[in-house]
């Protein structure tokens, strides 16, 4: 089951940085793309205190929910949202959220820049 689109409330920029290839010369190629006016849900983060491999401890990071076929992955950038989220983050992990028989939704952790 997709979240229903009348909890998709919020509107997001997306920028998808590139993947770092170069050209023949060995010039970086600038394919970076950046996606407005995407419908999205932004949510707090919920939770206590989760440990990282290093041992360190964080609070959750806040997030966000995408439709599925939302091209977004780690070190991207989200940007433009609603009052309280209206800076830029950048993705720290994206997780695919499956519903009973299809994909639901594409959840991205946000860390403020």
Known sequence: MAVPKSLMIHTCTVTHHGTGRVDEYGIPIDDTTTTTGITCRFVAPKGGIRVLESGEHV???PGVL???????????????????????YRVQAVEVVYGPTKISHIKAELEAT
């Open 59 to 61: 609070t959750a990071l």
């Open 66 to 88: 995408l439709p599925t076929g939302t091209v977004i992955a780690e070190g991207d950038t989200v940007s433009a949202g609603p009052a309280g989220f209206d800076k830029a």
